[in-house]
């Protein structure tokens, strides 16, 4: 299983980025998928999360009201619009596929991870 993040990059305070992430659709079509990010020197911490229909969007509370997951009709491709970025977002973005078809924050509950995207925010 493979799963392609793109779209991070070095963008300043107060901008947007699109990260998206493409998995086998067998894999991803009736499981929840999610992202995480990684700051240098901290633990994985959940960003966003989202159902295999779509539904229960979720979200970590520092990200609340500026990211929006969502994921197409196939199902196969997961996408974080990350608004109003702050330097505190720079992290490496992880994104992942549950072995279960309900959105959670568990990190335990994904079994498929990508390779990772770094976004940088300076100020």
């Known amino acids: 299983v493979q799963l392609q993040a793109s779209g991070g990059g070095s963008v300043q305070a107060g901008d947007s980025l699109r990260l998206s992430c493409a998995a086998s659709?067998?894999?991803?079509?009736?499981?929840?998928m999610a992202w995480f990010r990684q700051a240098p020197g901290k633990e994985r911490e959940f960003v966003a999360a989202?159902?295999?229909?779509?539904?229960?969007?979720m979200y970590g509370d520092s990200v609340k009201g500026r990211f929006t997951i969502s994921r197409d009709y196939a199902g196969s491709t997961v996408y974080l619009d990350m608004n109003s970025l702050k330097p505190e977002d720079t992290a490496v973005y992880f994104c992942?596929?549950?072995?279960?078809?309900?959105?959670?924050?568990?990190?335990?509950?994904?079994?498929?991870w990508g390779q990772g995207t770094q976004v940088t925010v300076s100020s």
């Open positions: 659709r067998r894999t991803s079509s009736n499981n929840a």
């Open positions: 989202i159902s295999w229909n779509g539904g229960n969007p």
């Open positions: 992942a596929v549950s072995r279960k078809p309900i959105a959670t924050s568990t990190t335990s509950t994904y079994n498929y």
